[in-house]
């Protein structure tokens, strides 16, 4: 059985910078969890930043919170921490939570905390992908679970 990498927000662990969780109820993933499909991942806690923490975004290819803090190093360590799960568990496909700055598969915000959404990846997306994972969204489960094949 293939194994999928899931966004732990989007099952429902309170795990995003504000504390709350982004959790989803499709059937394609409902199917996952009742198949022990999924593996979950919250790249930004397995790189060590906490909850709540302060809102972050991608400048090129820093991280910065809305501070200004530098917050690269850590989406780097969760994106590795991420890739290793990839690893362990035989992954090749992951359903990732969309606009996050580690997450985002087609779209993230533009670093100006205005919420303006721009094309591009985060971290972690970008690091599965060069790895030969394929990224989905939440907005694709049907998609997604057409890559998958099975």
Same mark, same amino acid.
């Given at each position: 059985?293939? &194994? %999928?990498?899931?966004? *732990?927000?989007?099952?429902?662990?309170?795990?995003?910078?504000?504390?709350?969780?982004?959790? %989803?109820?499709?059937?394609?993933?409902? =199917? /996952?969890?009742?198949?022990?499909?999924?593996?979950?991942?919250? !790249?930004?806690?397995?790189?060590?930043?906490?909850? !709540?923490? !302060? !809102?972050?975004?991608? %400048?090129?290819? &820093?991280?910065? =919170?809305? *501070?200004?803090?530098?917050?690269?190093?850590?989406?780097?360590?969760?994106a590795q921490a991420a890739l290793a799960l990839v690893k362990e568990h035989?992954?090749?496909?992951?359903?990732?939570?969309?606009?996050?700055?580690?997450?985002?598969?087609?779209?993230?915000?533009?670093? =100006?905390?205005?919420? =303006?959404?721009?094309?591009?990846?985060g971290v972690t997306t970008t690091l599965l992908r060069a790895h030969g994972?394929?990224?989905?969204?939440?907005?694709? /489960?049907?998609?997604?679970?057409?890559?998958?094949?099975?």
């Amino acid at each position: 059985m293939v &194994r %999928v990498l899931v966004s *732990a927000c989007l099952l429902g662990d309170a795990v995003r910078h504000d504390g709350k969780s982004k959790r %989803v109820h499709h059937p394609v993933l409902e =199917t /996952w969890l009742a198949e022990g499909r999924v593996v979950r991942v919250c !790249p930004e806690l397995l790189g060590g930043l906490g909850v !709540p923490r !302060p !809102p972050a975004e991608r %400048v090129g290819d &820093r991280v910065v =919170t809305n *501070a200004g803090v530098d917050v690269t190093k850590q989406f780097e360590l969760g994106a590795q921490a991420a890739l290793a799960l990839v690893k362990e568990h035989g992954v090749k496909l992951a359903v990732l939570k969309e606009f996050s700055p580690s997450c985002g598969s087609a779209q993230i915000n533009d670093g =100006t905390f205005s919420k =303006t959404r721009i094309v591009g990846s985060g971290v972690t997306t970008t690091l599965l992908r060069a790895h030969g994972v394929q990224v989905f969204s939440e907005l694709q /489960w049907d998609e997604a679970a057409a890559a998958l094949g099975e």
